[in-house]
């Protein structure tokens, strides 16, 4: 009797603490030592300015990691996100269209803002009222795929088209929970486990996407399933239960198939897999604390929730469940005339595509396509608030809604900063032979956007950075676990030839495949108005006539127009080097130089893969680093629409060769960031990040230097901090 009672005592005892603990993480009032440290920044007394007053009127009170509850929420601007109380509207007006209230089962697998027409949006004004407020929902309903348009005004569901069933949308985070659970209702599943020494108790599963690879894979949602063991380590990633593939019917919730080719193969060991800090048993300090001080706050502001400005720029920013940042009505505050004008009218991560190099059974399928198969801000967690981003951050949440129409709150899942980083934003120096002693230099500091979407082992940082000079930096950072393959291999001595592994051996029985990343960008670029051209200004080696100069050979810049889609296909060639400008030819500057901007290469990685791969056939809009299409509101998705077990019939590649005209139109251009990655062992047990980035860069956008005016830091303006000891 009194061990029960001292039991329950101990019971509620636990409860209670973690109840408190839980309310202490999660209130956002309650003072904790997190909140002490960032209030320092606005009115702590060891860390002042004595700098002249800030030209942005009205700071923004930026939120710090708090969270917030969002049921108020009303758009202010068009292209708002959908509230809590407008999703939950699309919802009840959805439950009552006959077709899904005739279905027992339907799922709803994607509810956004139906964005009002480019032409409305760019005419609206602030203070004119708010255009028609529609949602735009993909719908799986006994197996096929709807694609819906909620009108919010008249509760009238207005459009409902059945899809092809080339396809499907992107899983909801309920098919992925029960995905993994799946095969465990089938005894054959536990009985191998078992005689793999595995603990049931001891699984984690992941819902890997299955790409398409013929007509047995058709007319059904299927996932594969593959298991690790949890066992001694959080990171399970690196506990492969090597050729253990499950087949599950997504919607039935079946198992199909079961594939298990790997029992001769050892389960790697734990030992070394940590990546927590509170589990290295010898953590290094090799560095002070160090931070970014701005005692008179940011100088952006956020206006009604999505409306950024800072320094020249102004620009919208939400979140998107499935391009996780979008970007819209970038313009730019010309130094000269003050006026504000376009640059881009749009800007998201339409499509990743992660093919991996191991055509074996338990390999050949892992092609993925993050974006449109499991979600970039469905993958979207929660920032670091130090860690992820620096004190200095604001940070923004996303609302999406849950399979059955509920909204839920993805917080903190964008963070916005201003960033210095040492760098120099221009600078000139005179040698002393002139006398002169000039010395001019100003800092580079840079607006940057962040989101971190966590796909299952992989973590992308995709930054927007935005810098007063006119440039715009897309940057990747990749990160987080390899997706590993177990081996009996433990020493490379063992190892018959570099041919049987296809990637390399990372530690003993792991090894990191071999595996690309593409990351194509949606730009809709608007310079000076939506009518633009794309130019390809080709260098070229020109040969001098004989005896025409000591020189035998110069290069030659040659501007060349893109009439159609075909025009502009582009592959990078190092031997046939250009530059790639969107212009504006009905705008001129001074000296007649058509005003544009330029995209600056980089992360060039390009596939290899044979084109009639069926991988490749789904992810053929990365068969060129460039593109540019008209401007048409249902291509926004380079994949397709529907990307999961898409055949690759609705992409980027197949609009482009429609070949329809691109010459002074509203086009959009589409760049692909490209990563080969062969695994490395420091890679394991989590990898450093590696970053590729590429820029729009003005390019005769300005009359001259647009940031010839700005001022050279000053020891008297900057904050004077000491440490809090000395204060
Ligand atoms: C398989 O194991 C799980 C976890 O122990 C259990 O819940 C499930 O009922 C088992 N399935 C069968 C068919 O025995
Ligand atoms: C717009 O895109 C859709 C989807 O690709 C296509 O069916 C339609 O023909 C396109 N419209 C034009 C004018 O190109
Ligand atoms: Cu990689």
């Given amino acids: 009797m009194e061990g029960r009672n001292l039991l329950r005592f101990l019971f509620f005892l636990v409860t209670g603490l973690f109840l408190l603990l839980f309310t202490w993480a999660n209130f956002p009032y309650l003072p904790s030592h997190k909140a002490e440290l960032l209030d320092c920044t606005s009115f702590s007394p060891w860390c002042t300015s004595k700098s002249k007053p800030h030209l942005t009127t009205n700071p923004s009170n930026p939120t710090r990691g708090h969270r917030r509850h969002h049921s108020s929420d009303v758009p202010h601007h068009p292209l708002d996100p959908l509230t809590v109380q407008e999703i939950d509207r699309v919802r009840t007006i959805?439950?009552?269209?006959?077709?899904?209230?005739?279905?027992?089962?339907?799922?709803?697998?994607?509810?956004?803002?139906?964005?009002?027409?480019?032409?409305?949006?760019?005419?609206?004004?602030k203070g004119n009222p708010m255009l028609p407020r529609r949602a735009s929902v993909i719908a799986v309903v006994e197996g096929e795929s709807h694609l819906l348009t909620v009108d919010l005004a008249t509760s009238q569901v207005t459009r409902d088209d059945v899809l092809p069933p080339s396809g499907y949308p992107t899983m909801t985070v309920e098919d992925m929970t029960t995905a993994t659970k799946a095969p465990l209702v089938d005894g054959n599943f536990n009985r191998t486990i078992i005689e793999r020494g595995i603990d049931l108790a001891d699984l984690a599963c992941l819902p890997l996407s299955t790409g398409w690879f013929g007509k047995s894979e058709e007319k059904r949602r299927l996932i594969k399933v593959q298991c690790y063991s949890m066992k001694d380590t959080v990171n399970f990633y690196m506990r492969p239960i090597e050729g253990l593939t499950v087949l599950v019917d997504l919607d039935s919730k079946q198992v199909v198939e079961i594939s298990d080719r790997g029992q001769n193969i050892p389960i790697p060991n734990a030992a070394n897999t940590e990546y927590r800090y509170s589990a290295q048993s010898k953590p290094m300090n090799l560095l002070n604390p160090i931070s970014i001080e701005q005692p008179k706050g940011p100088s952006f502001t956020v206006e009604n929730d999505h409306l950024i400005k800072w320094a020249n720029w102004e620009f919208h920013l939400k979140a998107g469940s499935r391009a996780g940042v979008i970007i819209s009505r970038v313009m730019f505050r010309d130094p000269d005339t003050g006026l504000l004008r376009n640059v881009m009218y749009k800007g998201l991560t339409s499509e990743f595509f992660v093919p991996y190099m191991d055509p074996t059974d338990a390999w050949y399928f892992k092609t993925y396509m993050d974006a449109g198969e499991y979600?970039?801000?469905?993958?979207?967690?929660?920032?670091?608030?130090?860690?992820?981003?620096?004190?200095?951050?604001?940070?923004?949440?996303?609302?999406?809604?849950?399979?059955?129409?509920?909204?839920?709150?993805?917080?903190?899942?964008?963070?916005?900063?201003?960033?210095?980083?040492?760098?120099?934003?221009?600078?000139?120096?005179?040698?002393?032979?002139?006398?002169?002693?000039?010395?001019?230099?100003?800092?580079?500091?840079?607006?940057?956007?962040?989101?971190?979407?966590?796909?299952?082992?992989?973590?992308?940082?995709?930054?927007?950075?935005?810098?007063?000079?006119?440039?715009?930096?897309?940057?990747?950072g990749l990160s987080g676990i390899l997706m590993v393959k177990g081996t009996p291999y433990v020493n490379m001595n063992q190892v018959p030839g570099q041919e049987y592994l296809y990637g390399t051996l990372l530690?003993?029985?792991?090894?990191?495949?071999?595996?690309?990343?593409?990351?194509?960008?949606?730009?809709?670029?608007?310079?000076?108005?939506?009518?633009?051209?794309?130019?390809?200004?080709?260098?070229?080696?020109?040969?001098?006539?004989?005896?025409?100069?000591?020189?035998?050979?110069?290069?030659?810049?040659?501007?060349?127009?893109?009439?159609?889609?075909?025009?502009?296909?582009i592959k990078f060639k190092l031997y046939e080097p250009a530059e790639f400008h969107v212009i504006n030819p009905s705008k001129k500057t001074r000296v007649g130089n058509p005003v544009g901007y330029k995209v600056v290469a980089g992360g060039t990685a390009a596939s290899l893969l044979d084109q009639g791969d069926p991988p490749q056939k789904r992810g053929a809009f990365t068969n060129n680093q460039i593109w540019v299409t008209p401007y048409n509101r249902s291509e926004q998705w380079a994949g397709g629409l529907l990307v999961s077990q898409s055949q690759g019939d609705d992409n980027l590649a197949v609009w482009s060769d429609?070949?329809?005209?691109?010459?002074?139109?509203?086009?959009?251009?589409?760049?692909?960031?490209?990563?080969?990655?062969?695994?490395c062992q420091e890679d394991f047990p989590v990898m450093p990040t590696v970053s590729s980035s590429f820029d729009l860069k003005p390019v005769n956008f300005f009359e001259s230097n647009p940031i010839l005016r700005m001022p050279p830091n000053v020891e008297n303006d900057l904050p004077i901090c000491k440490p809090a000891a000395s204060a």
């Fill in 375 to 476: 979600g970039l801000g469905l993958q979207a967690m929660p920032l670091d608030p130090l860690n992820d981003c620096p004190r200095n951050a604001y940070y923004m949440d996303g609302v999406f809604a849950a399979a059955d129409g509920t909204p839920f709150v993805q917080s903190n899942m964008i963070c916005i900063f201003e960033s210095y980083a040492g760098d120099i934003g221009w600078r000139h120096a005179e040698s002393p032979i002139t006398g002169m002693g000039i010395r001019e230099a100003r800092p580079k500091v840079t607006l940057v956007v962040r989101m971190a979407a966590s796909v299952a082992n992989y973590d992308y940082i995709v930054d927007w950075v935005f810098q007063t000079d006119g440039l715009i930096r897309i940057k990747v």
């Fill in 507 to 569: 530690s003993e029985n792991v090894i990191g495949v071999i595996h690309d990343h593409y990351l194509t960008f949606y730009l809709d670029m608007d310079v000076d108005g939506p009518d633009n051209s794309f130019v390809k200004v080709n260098l070229e080696k020109q040969m001098t006539a004989n005896g025409e100069s000591p020189r035998t050979s110069f290069l030659k810049a040659t501007r060349k127009v893109a009439k159609t889609e075909k025009d502009a296909q």
């Fill in 658 to 679: 429609r070949n329809r005209p691109i010459e002074n139109k509203d086009i959009v251009l589409w760049y692909t960031l490209g990563f080969h990655h062969i695994p």
């Fill in 94 to 125: 959805l439950s009552s269209h006959a077709p899904l209230k005739a279905s027992k089962r339907y799922t709803l697998h994607a509810v956004d803002l139906e964005e009002p027409a480019k032409p409305l949006v760019l005419r609206w004004k």
